[in-house]
């Protein structure tokens, strides 16, 4: 799960029944959320061979104090806004914004493919289409 908070990003994943990883891409991003649960820093695992170099393992009693924790953080009305007035998360989360206008930009594209192509023995050239804009799109920095 993808956790977007204004005191950072984070992924949260189960590894084994009982044991989750709370996993971070930015250290900042570590200690703001272990701070704000009252983890101490020295919970935080660094690793170079993961896509997520920062880590705290819980268990499961430790997850729901987190999520209690990060709810108590929403005291805006404008989840941009407020983001936007933080130099520490405002670029980070401005690029996921970037990436998820994207997605629906891809999803709307293969909507209206769909309806152009489905049900014309013709579906392998509306998927091709589909990949063929979306890698255009990728390349224009879309």
């Known amino acids: 799960m ?3 908070s204004s005191e950072g990003f984070a992924s949260i994943v189960r590894k084994s029944p009982g044991e989750f990883h709370l996993r971070f891409r ?8 272990c701070k704000l649960v009252g983890f101490p820093n020295d919970r935080i695992i660094t690793t170079s061979k993961a896509d997520y170099r920062y880590r705290v393992i819980l268990s499961s009693a430790e997850l729901l104090p987190v999520f209690v924790a990060l ?3 929403i005291t805006y009305s404008n989840f941009k806004a ?4 933080r ?3 405002r670029a980070k989360l ?7 206008v ?7 594209l293969l909507g209206y493919l769909s309806k152009r192509f489905v049900g014309s023995g013709n579906e392998h050239r509306a998927f091709r289409q589909f990949v063929q804009i979306s890698t ?3 390349l224009r920095g879309w």
């Open 136 to 138: 255009q799109l990728h």
């Open 2 to 4: 993808w956790v977007c």
């Open 82 to 85: 407020k983001v936007s007035e």
């Open 87 to 89: 130099p520490d998360q």
């Open 94 to 100: 401005a690029a996921y914004w970037v990436e998820i």
């Open 71 to 73: 709810a108590g953080t």
């Open 102 to 108: 994207d997605f629906k930009t891809r999803l709307k």
């Open 26 to 33: 930015l250290m900042r991003d570590a200690k703001n959320i």
